[in-house]
């Protein structure tokens, strides 16, 4: 069966600091990858999703990356955060090719001090 | 613009009560998807409906769809304290979407003892 990792669960983070969201899925080969981010009480804002491996699509402009190093793994980076970076990161798959169901993982909550 | 949304934003009910969410959309879609979404946690597919479909069920869940008004219904029976959740409509897009769906806001549903 498929399953859906991302970590960590909480990260704290200082104003100007660097980030890196890891997000990995299993058993299932050449996903279509997502990141979204949820502010709270709102809903999910599609940042970047990707059909391959290197093949990246930027939604929304800001100070965030995503690369997809590897055909199942997803990273979500930035050089320096803002406080307006805050927020519940959400990374997400589908079959590749479908607009079908997303699978979510569970979910990295950044606070930015 | 936003693709969908629900309302209402926030509904509180008794136990065994039914709860009806609906969800409006601006362009044509093909397929309609239904999330839940505990406080805190990532998102759990429920159910989809394509565009040519009027309606589904799934055990307590029903989906109605209405491709002329652009409109979409969830309606959960004999709702239960478990059922409180954040609830979500998720389109695709039937041109330029890639391979993306667009969350509406949500409604925050709370079923009470």
């Known amino acids: 069966s498929q399953t859906i990792h991302q970590w960590p669960a909480t990260l704290v983070q200082p104003v100007g600091s660097p980030l890196s969201l890891e997000c990995t899925v299993e058993g299932t080969s050449n996903p279509n990858l997502y990141w979204y981010r949820q502010a709270a009480g709102r809903g999910l804002q599609l940042l970047f999703y990707?059909?391959?491996?290197?093949?990246i699509s930027s939604e929304v402009p800001q100070n965030l990356s995503a690369s997809r190093p590897q055909d199942r793994q997803f990273i979500l980076s930035s050089k320096k955060l803002l406080l307006s970076d805050s927020g519940f990161y959400l990374c997400?798959?589908?079959?590749?090719?479908?607009?079908?169901?997303?699978?979510f993982g569970p979910g990295t909550r950044l606070t930015v001090l | 613009s936003q693709q969908g949304e629900e309302d209402p934003q926030a509904l509180s009910i008794q136990e065994g009560e039914n709860a009806t969410m609906n969800c409006s959309y601006k362009t044509s879609i093909n397929n309609l998807q239904w999330y839940r979404q505990n406080s805190g946690r990532g998102l759990v597919h429920l159910i989809l409906?394509?565009?040519?479909?009027r309606e589904k069920h799934s055990g307590r869940l029903r989906v109605t769809l209405d491709t002329s008004k652009k409109s979409s219904s969830l309606l959960i029976t004999a709702s239960r304290a478990a059922d409180t959740a954040s609830y979500f409509c998720?389109?695709?897009?039937?041109?330029?979407?890639?391979?993306?769906?667009?969350f509406g806001t949500g409604t925050q549903l709370k079923v009470e003892l």
């Open positions: 998720a389109t695709d897009a039937r041109s330029g979407g890639g391979n993306k769906l667009t």
């Open positions: 997400a798959w589908s079959v590749g090719g479908s607009t079908d169901t997303q699978y």
């Open positions: 990707s059909v391959g491996i290197g093949q």
């Open positions: 409906i394509r565009s040519n479909e």
